[in-house]
């Protein structure tokens, strides 16, 4: 039962990936005309500064699934129940660290943005703001039954559930818009739809997965255990809330909101191309906690799982990759605007390199975590973000210098300066140092691993060559000549990338779903 809901559980994140991203490719067109370049940029920089307040989950969110596993492995019912128990309290204790300091967050808002917003801008955000932390109060007072629900590997309640929800709040904001509403309006909406869901997975966790807390007598070796081994967890967060959010933080402290803007448009393929691998990683948690639960060095298991999912992720972020740089920027010129344009490209552009490495190894990322040998790469990915921020924050005052503040050549080249400055700090870390850990400490065999990974390469170059060619010879000025060219070199890519990349094994993958399809047609139509 539980393969199937791994299965269903990939093919639903995958569904809330497409769903999701066509929604969002089609709705924020939409809602830049309708907020406008300043109001839009507004929303950004508020919810920029309040993320920050993510990093009270101290990374535990990462630990409850190991232990979680532990208790299962044991068949301990009772010790589920406390582990319930301490998770809910520590969460609801956190929550209220996070209204306090949010609170804090809007009393400065003045201090923070007082020299790039108007007066106007300055009380909206705080609004914006406030509604954001108490959208965080409701995420950790409800994350323990989340987790349950994940470690129990309930994937097909918790991905569709997702994916509902992925669906209703653009469908209700853009009505919103319609009549009037603002980037207020959509942070209210955004809250609704945010304790509606939750509310739904406590239900469930009560009826289908007899979810018990156990508050009596909490057991403290517990809770330290938890946050011994969170603790690099939490460095890491900081890590990816400093890189995540700072470039928006400062320049919407250096340059105002437009410039805000102008990176969030391309900012937005960064976040899209993460979604694609991250959500399929995290279907694999369980069971390689489950892996090395039973035995900590069965490297045997664990590199066939890192080796066959990368190989299966390499595939699709290389075509989401090679996709963006033949027809990025036509896409942004047609569905932004050519005011964002080439600026906006080159960010998206930073971005995707960046994390383009990451993202078809992040199922090492969990084994690390399953052995608990993630304080290394805590510790790396830390010092690789400040220096990050110190670049970042040279670049900007640099250019803040070279053309003045009010320059748009300003905004332009900080916003790229700030994504190239990311790039560059996530190859050091994310590429270089963690190719060599993985090798060296961890267990897994990375030579190996890139030659499976190579042998996807040949299938890429005619795609390549054929885009290149198409655009160059029929270029893109309407949305019906961009989707006829997007179609074609999708069906080039993959007749390339089966006949030229592709094993037995990701074949199958590709095919089981269609032939299955096919089969139940066949039965309809007999």
């Known amino acids: 039962m539980a393969i199937n809901q791994r299965k269903a559980g990939t093919i639903l994140s995958y569904a809330h990936i497409i769903i999701g991203n066509t929604i969002s490719l089609i709705y924020t067109p939409i809602m830049l005309k309708m907020l406008g370049q300043s109001e839009y ?7 920029s500064v309040t993320s920050y307040l993510s990093l009270f989950s101290f990374g535990i969110s990462g630990a409850y699934i190991r232990f979680n596993s532990l208790y299962r492995a044991k068949g301990d019912k009772e010790g589920e129940a406390k582990l319930n128990g301490v998770f809910f309290s520590i969460f609801s204790f956190l929550a209220l660290l996070v209204l306090i ?12 943005f007082g020299n790039s917003l108007t007066d106007t801008e300055l009380k909206k955000i705080k609004i914006i703001m406030i509604l954001s932390i108490c959208q965080f109060v409701v995420t950790f007072l409800f994350n323990t039954v989340a987790m349950v629900i994940q470690a129990y590997e309930k994937y097909i309640f918790i991905k569709s559930a997702v994916l509902i929800a992925g669906i209703v709040q653009p469908m209700i904001n853009l009505v919103v818009l319609y009549f009037g509403g603002k980037a207020v309006s959509i942070s209210v909406i955004s809250l609704t739809v945010s304790i509606l869901t939750y509310s739904t997975y406590v239900i469930y966790a009560k009826k289908s997965l007899n979810m018990k807390f156990d508050f009596h007598g909490l057991d403290k070796l517990l809770i330290k255990n938890v946050f011994v081994f969170s603790g690099f967890l939490f460095i890491n967060s900081i890590t990816d809330q400093i890189t995540g959010s700072t470039d ?8 105002g909101t437009n ?4 990176y969030t448009i391309g900012a937005t393929f960064g976040r899209y191309f993460m ?3 991250t959500s399929v990683s995290s279907v694999f948690s369980p069971q390689i906690n489950k892996i090395v639960a039973e035995d900590k060095n069965n490297n045997v298991a664990l590199n066939e799982i890192f080796q066959r999912i990368g190989r299966v992720q390499c595939l699709i972020v290389s075509f989401i990759l090679i996709a963006y740089i033949i027809f990025g920027l036509h896409f942004i010129n047609l569905w932004a605007g050519e005011e964002y344009g080439i600026t906006s490209y080159f960010v998206g552009l930073f971005l995707l390199l960046a994390t383009y490495v990451p993202l078809f190894q992040n199922i090492g990322i969990e084994i690390q975590k399953a052995k608990n040998m993630h304080k290394a790469r805590s510790i790396v990915y830390f010092l690789v973000a400040v220096v990050n921020v110190l670049l970042t924050i040279g670049i900007v005052l640099f250019l803040k210098n070279y053309f003045g503040s009010d320059s748009d050549s300003f905004k332009v080249y900080a916003s790229m300066g700030a994504a190239f400055m990311t790039m560059f700090c996530y190859i050091c870390g994310n590429d270089i140092f963690m190719n060599i850990y993985y090798h060296k400490k961890v267990g897994l065999d990375i030579i190996t691993f890139w030659k499976k990974i190579l042998r996807l390469v040949p299938g890429f170059l005619i795609p390549i060559a054929f885009g290149a060619f198409i655009t160059y010879v029929f270029p893109i000025d309407s949305f019906l000549v961009f989707l006829v060219e997007a179609i074609l070199f999708t069906v080039v890519f993959f007749i390339s990338v089966w006949f030229l990349s592709m094993n037995e094994y990701e074949k199958e993958l590709l095919s089981a779903p269609i032939k299955k399809i096919a089969g139940k047609l066949k039965r309809i139509k007999g």
């Open 41 to 47: 940029g507004l929303f950004g920089t508020a919810n």
């Open 101 to 112: 300091t949010g609170s804090i967050m809007v009393i400065f808002a003045d201090n923070i």
């Open 248 to 255: 928006t933080l400062l320049l919407g402290m250096f340059s």
């Open 259 to 262: 410039a805000v803007a102008i």
């Open 275 to 277: 979604s694609i691998s």
